[in-house]
């Protein structure tokens, strides 16, 4: 694992942390920083929204400390896509991310998300009106939309044609949603096909994946999005680092969580992320139950110190 340039901007190693909605919330990002993430990206936020000035939009963009930091942003009107990149909400960002791949009902009937795979004149538009902001642009997207229809590379040129400085292909088509092998080829394709830097995401959940990952593609970085949910130190793992203990680590993550959503929110936020982190260990149902019946953040956090005091 290396130090990545991209545009410019440096990151100490190339493991990233992947954008996930409800997830990677700035506590979140601080976290798997700490333990080791070389950038970090915030999920999914609306550019309309912040059209709107949806306050909720607005949290969601609260930066972690730290860097570099990717925003990342879902849209299909270019105009309003090149205004959230001008807005003060993304000017503590050093990337922002374009969201090419989500494959949620509700997003593509919009045209937004993995629909913009399927209309490259209306991509193309997005990401050039985007890099017109002066911010560094990269493109997140998966390899198509199913089986007979595979657009990694052509998607990957367009990507670079039109201004984007990384690319990150999530080796699934849409119609898999996660199922199924993560597909090295066609991530090796659109390596092939362009130079900017390409990362690689799908399926890691231990450093011998990330390395695999990285040897069948030729990518620059890997990204990791489900198995930092249940096992954040995988980040320290795969950059050869000590994790940290972790219950300072979590504790933090609580308190920053309160902070910023409040109480209700950190309480049912961090009773999942408690069930999460407690997987793969002894007793864990019944801690996970535990979790679930806390009503109130310092019940959460006894939990987290009755399971990782002593670790
Ligand atoms: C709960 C959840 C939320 C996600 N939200 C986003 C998102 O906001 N933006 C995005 O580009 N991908 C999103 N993804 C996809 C991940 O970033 C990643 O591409 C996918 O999970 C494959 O990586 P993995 O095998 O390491 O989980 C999400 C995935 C999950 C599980």
Request: charged share 25%; proline share 5%.
């Amino acid at each position: 694992m290396n130090e990545l340039s991209i545009a410019g901007m440096v990151c100490p190693n190339n493991v990233f942390l992947a954008p996930m909605a409800g997830y990677t919330n700035a506590p979140f990002r601080a976290l798997c920083r700490t333990l080791g993430a070389g950038l970090t990206f915030t999920e999914m936020v609306s550019a309309k929204g912040l059209h709107y000035h949806n306050a909720e939009t607005e949290l969601l963009l609260t930066p972690e400390e730290g860097g570099p930091r990717a925003a990342q942003i879902f849209g299909s009107d270019p105009a309003i896509m090149r205004e959230a990149c001008e807005s003060e909400f993304l000017a503590p960002y050093d990337l922002i991310d374009i969201n090419m791949g989500c494959p949620m009902p509700k997003i593509v009937k919009n045209g937004e998300g993995s629909a913009l795979m399927e209309n490259f004149p209306l991509a193309e538009k997005v990401i050039s009106e985007c890099v017109k902001s002066g911010k560094r642009i990269s493109v997140k997207f998966r390899t198509g939309t199913d089986e007979a229809h595979k657009v990694t590379a052509e998607f990957a040129k367009l990507c670079e044609g039109s201004g984007a400085v990384m690319l990150t292909v999530h080796g699934r088509t849409r119609d898999k949603i996660y199922a199924g092998p993560c597909d090295y080829k066609e991530i090796a394709a659109a390596k092939a096909a362009v130079s900017v830097p390409v990362v690689a995401n799908g399926d890691i959940w231990k450093r011998s994946d990330a390395e695999a990952l990285l040897e069948n593609t030729g990518a620059d970085a890997v990204m990791v999005a489900r198995a930092a949910l249940f096992r954040p130190e995988i980040f320290s793992e795969i950059t050869g680092s000590d994790p940290p203990p972790m219950l300072p680590l979590f504790s933090e993550e609580l308190e920053k969580v309160r902070e910023l959503y409040g109480e209700r929110f950190a309480v049912v936020y961090m009773r999942k992320m408690g069930a999460f982190y407690v997987r793969g260990r002894r007793g864990a149902a019944a801690y996970k139950r535990r979790f679930f019946a806390a009503e109130t953040s310092e019940e959460v956090a006894a939990l987290f110190r009755e399971l990782w005091e002593e670790v």
